[in-house]
């Protein structure tokens, strides 16, 4: 049988690569999404505080912003040869102010001729899969012709896999936080485009939460891709990998505490503070008896001077025990 594809969304400031590898800990057959990183930060910046991450972490995907084709080819170059990334891919979605500055992220998908030409050039500079991740349009366009064309043209430049957000964007008027819940969420539009393109690999995102909703959405789609469950409930991919992928390892959330222990002295070791990673593991209990002892714990104490991670993660472990044993 097929494997599944499940994927765990590009979120800047979240999928960091530390929230990657806990998240890696968790679950070892999702498809892990940097955050967004832009040609500039890449070509200008230092490459390895943006590129750089762990073996554990694959498959890995670099999600690019950009828009002028060169230098997105030059960046996808950087990001497989050098990094060894699984797959690029670029952003059509992101709605920001910033972004829309750029001329990248959800405009473009007002300019689906400039995206084929960005894809046929990353397609010419690597060999891993370029694929592009996109809304179902933008601001006030007829979704179904706007969607089909952008489909049409950026597939028929090479590119055969597409992860849908499936709301539009609006350009104007809504910040990036009301774009993720204000548009609503149209699965029809994005399972049209499966069902007209067959050839195509075509993931669904947005607002999935529950297991139910997963595997209901995976007998329509190749897959699907969880963003904010998966970052403020992460133990949702714990029980993907045990109903979704039939992986029956049977952990248990004290045993990625103890696993996340060397590698947070490891990074501390390399100067990272120890705040930094331990910001990603606030939900690990999300809905538990203990959930607020532990993050009350993990937040206060992470910034401590001189805390170390096995410290820190012991006394929150320990406090959320606390609470059951108070409960027994
Ligand atoms: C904090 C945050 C940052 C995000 N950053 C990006 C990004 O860098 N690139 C991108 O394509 N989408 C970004 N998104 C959108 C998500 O990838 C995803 O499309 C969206 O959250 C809908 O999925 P969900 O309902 O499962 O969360 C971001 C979302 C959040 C919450």
């Not at 998240?23 to 940097?34: D, K």
């Not at 601001?139 to 539009?168: S, W, Y």
Request: glycine share 6%.
């Amino acid at each position: 049988m097929k494997k599944p594809h499940v994927s765990i969304a590009p979120m800047l400031d979240w999928t960091d690569r530390h929230c990657r590898f806990f998240h890696r800990l968790i679950s070892p057959h999702a498809i892990l999404f940097t955050e967004m990183v832009t040609t500039g930060a890449i070509i200008h910046g230092n490459k390895d505080r943006h590129l750089a991450f762990s073996q554990q972490e694959h498959p890995v995907v670099l999600q690019l912003g950009g828009s002028d084709p060169a230098t997105l080819a030059t960046c996808a170059k950087i990001a497989t040869e050098d990094y060894g990334y699984d797959e690029v891919n670029l952003n059509c979605g992101c709605p920001s102010d910033r972004v829309q500055n750029g001329v990248f992220g959800a405009c473009l998908m007002n300019e689906p001729d400039k995206v084929a030409r960005c894809i046929e050039a990353m397609n010419k500079s690597i060999s891993v899969p370029v694929t592009v991740k996109c809304r179902i349009g933008i601001d006030d366009c007829e979704e179904r012709p706007f969607l089909d064309r952008f489909i049409q043209t950026v597939m028929n430049a090479g590119c055969g896999e597409f992860t849908i957000h499936a709301r539009k964007a609006w350009l104007k008027g809504l910040s990036p936080k009301e774009n993720r819940e204000v548009p609503p969420l149209r699965y029809d539009i994005a399972a049209e485009i499966k069902q007209k393109y067959p050839q195509l690999k075509i993931i669904l995102n947005g607002g999935l939460c529950s297991i139910g909703q997963i595997q209901e959405q995976l007998q329509i789609f190749d897959g699907v891709m969880i963003g904010r469950e998966a970052y403020q409930n992460p133990w949702i991919l714990a029980e993907i990998e045990c109903r979704i992928f039939e992986d029956n390892r049977n952990v248990s959330r004290y045993d990625i505490i103890e696993r996340l222990i060397p590698y947070m002295e490891e990074q501390m070791a390399s100067g990272v503070p120890l705040k930094s990673m331990a910001r990603h593991i606030l939900g690990l209990f999300h809905e538990q008896r203990g959930g607020k002892k532990w993050r009350q714990v993990i937040s206060q104490e992470s910034h401590l001077e001189g805390m170390r991670p096995d410290d820190l993660l012991n006394r929150a472990a320990a406090a959320t025990q606390q609470d059951w044993k108070l409960a027994a």
